[in-house]
């Protein structure tokens, strides 16, 4: 088993975090855009979806 040494693990962050390459701001803006605008596109499908199936089951079982 490997001793924990604090400071090995402090050097190796930094390290490692030299070599992230971290997107812009454009492409976050993008990125955040895209993955809003399928939030509301899948939610708009469920919701028919529900809608539909839930007259469907209603005209079906006669309530």
């Known amino acids: 088993m490997t001793a924990l040494n604090p400071a090995k693990f402090v050097r190796e962050v930094r390290q490692e975090m030299k070599r ?11 990125s955040t855009i895209t993955v809003l605008v399928v939030v509301v596109l899948a939610s708009t499908f469920f919701l028919l979806v529900d809608v539909i199936a839930g007259s469907l089951i209603s005209r079906i079982i006669g309530i």
Do not use: Q, Y
């Open 20 to 30: 992230v390459t971290w997107p812009s701001r454009k492409e976050t803006m993008i």
